[in-house]
């Protein structure tokens, strides 16, 4: 039996993992089996209403026997997983309640934004609900009118938009590109107070964990395992493989925890972009669209960074590398007219943007710099400028010059990939380290 939930938290506190967290141990207390690792999917980066990260979860649950692979650790309870998957005819009553008071118990009710779903089925769900929920803006009505079709128990609560995340959870297939992230919670007490962890030990443990990613941005001194927010996570290890995420989530010096658990995710996996041509991108869209640079790059108060990029068809739209990407706005910088790009960024709807998450670079055109002005053929002296883009002339016999003397550019940009530091990472854009190894 598969549970999808979603949309319990609010910018005030909560975590729809932590919600996670406390059902897988519920379960597992009242005699059932957690079967594989726990899901934390994301979404569309770009929906308006998301609290933070836009993330839902699914468990897989049974009446099975225990393994020996610990999946979290809650308190002093080790939380295994379920090896076998054996029929729980009878008990479906009861993972509904344990689902719904638990939810009751942690979700935000009074929030407006916060408008939580559960979705509960034999099976996981048709992949298209997970693909819609990532790559495009989907309707509650959709999303319910799709769930009355098929064998599904469902409960949405308030406006029950958290449907759209946690049937989405259920829908997604990990099969294919994926990774894990242990999370660490914070002791109740604590929560909205500043957490306590040991900077040196972070960059330790990113050095001797090299299928993690993420950890730290090095550039910027930006700790990036830790959230901003006041939610229940003290924080969260990304990486390639399950299995060393526990190893690595101890050599982290910091506040005691009340647990961790590690899920097994879509992010930094791309799922969430779409090849696209210029004239069929849409806001709130993830895509992937090559093009060439008509509008050298020029900054904007805020220090955002602008470019236009037109298709062969000489359809264009706007980029842009906004002050928070930093040190990538000098790559941007460096780009010239007529260079070749493949873009990969989130659409803002008003005015019509890409904002850049990384970039590929597929073309760099060969420009000419000025050296000096240029020389007269009958006097052999320079000539004098007429003005910006006038013109020469010499002073001596009058003869006139269109250009200057020129040599190539030297371009500081190279052919291939640049992506923004980790400090400014979308959870699912897969860093460039991920890309070398797949
Ligand atoms: P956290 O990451 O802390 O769990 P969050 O950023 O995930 O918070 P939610 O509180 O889950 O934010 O709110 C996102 C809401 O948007 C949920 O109700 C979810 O069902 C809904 N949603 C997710 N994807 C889409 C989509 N593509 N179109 C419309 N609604 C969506």
Request: charged share 25%; glycine share 8%; net charge positive.
């Amino acid at each position: 039996m598969w549970i999808g939930v979603d949309d319990t938290d609010s910018r005030t506190g909560g975590c729809t993992t932590f919600v996670a967290f406390q059902l897988v141990h519920r379960l597992i207390s009242t005699g059932f089996s957690v079967i594989g690792y726990p899901r934390l999917v994301r979404l569309n980066p770009n929906i308006p209403w998301k609290t933070r990260g836009n993330g839902a979860v699914a468990i897989q649950v049974s009446k099975g026997v225990t393994s020996d692979i610990q999946i979290g650790l809650n308190k002093d309870t080790k939380l295994m997983i379920g090896k076998t998957l054996d029929h729980m005819t009878g008990d479906v009553d009861t993972v509904r309640e344990i689902v719904c008071s638990l939810i009751e118990e942690y979700a935000s009710f009074d929030d407006d934004n916060t408008n939580p779903g559960i979705v509960i089925s034999n099976k996981l769900l048709p992949p298209h609900l997970y693909q819609n929920a990532i790559q495009k803006i989907v309707t509650i009505r959709d999303v319910v009118e799709e769930l009355d079709g098929l064998d599904v128990w469902y409960k949405g609560y308030k406006n029950q938009r958290g449907l759209i995340g946690a049937s989405a959870a259920l829908s997604w297939n990990d099969t294919m590109d994926k990774t894990f992230e242990i999370i660490y919670y914070r002791d109740k007490n604590r929560w909205g107070t500043k957490r306590m962890i040991d900077t040196r030990s972070v960059l330790t443990m990113d050095e001797r964990c090299p299928s993690t990613f993420d950890n730290y941005d090095r550039e910027n001194h930006h700790l990036s395992i830790a959230p901003n927010s006041p939610c229940p996570v003290l924080f969260g290890i990304r990486g390639d493989h399950q299995e060393p995420l526990p190893a690595c989530g101890s050599m982290i010096e910091a506040e005691p925890s009340q647990g961790w658990m590690i899920f097994v995710t879509n992010q930094a996996t791309d799922d969430h972009l779409q090849r696209k041509k210029i004239e069929s991108i849409e806001p709130y869209q993830s895509v992937i669209t090559k093009g060439t640079v008509c509008k050298k790059p020029f900054t904007i108060p805020g220090g955002h960074v602008l470019f236009t990029l037109e298709d062969e068809k000489g359809k264009t739209i706007d980029c842009a590398a906004y002050e928070p990407t930093k040190q990538f706005r000098n790559a941007i910088r460096q780009l010239e007219k007529g260079d070749i790009v493949e873009v990969y960024g989130g659409v803002r709807k008003k005015p019509l943007t890409i904002n850049i998450e990384k970039i590929a670079v597929h073309y760099l055109i060969d420009v000419a710099e000025k050296i000096e002005n240029p020389l007269c053929p009958l006097c052999g002296k320079h000539m004098r400028s007429k003005g910006k883009g006038k013109g020469y002339h010499c002073k001596g016999c009058g003869t006139k010059e269109v250009n200057p003397i020129v040599r190539k550019k030297d371009r500081l940009l190279s052919l291939g990939f640049y992506e923004v530091p980790v400090c400014a990472r979308r959870h699912l854009s897969k860093p460039l380290k991920r890309m070398d190894d797949s």
